[in-house]
């Protein structure tokens, strides 16, 4: 039984290495959590919703470090000078069809001396509910939102409703289909997303992608993507049944990485 054990091993590795390296060397340079989504709090691809949902209770926690390719592009610490940035994230399952999540995204600032620093802090809410369960003929579809809260302001729209600069405000609605073979499981993924504030307006539109998780290796995918603007690829690996740890190669230039903590309340 061991032999076997190890021979499934072996071929779930070699799958990774011929199908993404890059991957393979940037899961061993980090130790997943934040879920495109994961950097947002909420359960995704990279840079690309999806309508999965993680489990009833389930609460993370984590930091993300984002490459200045997937930053709003229109955003006063950052026009005409994109830079990388960190975040962090607290992420919540409420119900089997509704996560939400905080997050906090650090900016450069030009200072009196003309360099930039970190000083600014761009915090925003996440919300995504998913309408239809998948079933065996039809997808799952969820609708969702990221940094909102300038568009609730009770049909208010003065100077001081508005209630933040919605740097990284998205709207979408998105679809997500898998399928089950005896050595992996195909996802297929459809969203269409639109940026009502411009900021990163040029990824409106469609966007999608597919993940492969191999049945020799639980709780990982693989994952590639396109964003609206790029092709990304990248992974995630659940540990431990806690530790979420996920990286990914944005538009063949920068990385993405994602490490975060993740508990499930047992009902």
């Known amino acids: 039984m061991m032999k076997v054990s190890l021979l499934s091993i072996l071929r779930s590795t070699q799958l990774l290495i011929h199908g993404l390296p ?48 997937v930053m709003p592009h229109m955003v006063g610490w950052n026009r005409n000078r994109p830079f990388n940035a960190p975040a962090y994230t607290l992420g919540v399952t409420l119900f089997s069809w509704l996560e939400m999540s905080y997050t906090g995204v650090l900016g450069k600032i030009r200072q009196d001396d003309g360099t930039y620093k970190y000083t600014n802090e761009d915090r925003h809410f996440n919300v995504k509910a998913r309408l239809l369960k998948e079933g065996k003929w039809w997808p799952a579809i969820a609708l969702g939102i990221d940094d909102f809260g300038h568009d609730f302001s009770f049909g208010i729209k003065d100077d001081k409703s508005w209630t933040g600069n919605n740097n990284f405000e998205c709207h979408y609605a998105v679809a997500s289909k898998h399928v089950s073979f005896n050595w992996l499981t195909l996802g297929a993924h459809l969203a269409f997303r639109t940026y009502p504030e411009k900021h990163n307006g040029d990824r409106k539109g469609w966007a999608g992608g597919i993940t492969l998780a191999p049945t020799a290796l639980p709780h990982s995918r693989l994952i590639a993507e396109w964003d609206g603007k790029g092709v990304n690829v990248g992974g995630d690996i659940l540990l431990w049944r806690h530790l979420f740890l996920q990286a990914a190669l944005v538009h063949g230039k920068g990385l993405m990485a994602v490490a975060a903590y993740q508990y499930t309340i047992p009902f």
């Open 22 to 69: 890059m991957l393979c060397v940037l899961l061993l340079c980090i130790t997943k959590p934040l879920s495109a989504q994961e950097y947002h709090g909420t359960s995704g691809l990279l840079h690309t919703p999806s309508a999965e949902m993680r489990p009833v209770g389930t609460f993370s926690g984590g930091a993300a470090f984002l490459d200045s390719e």
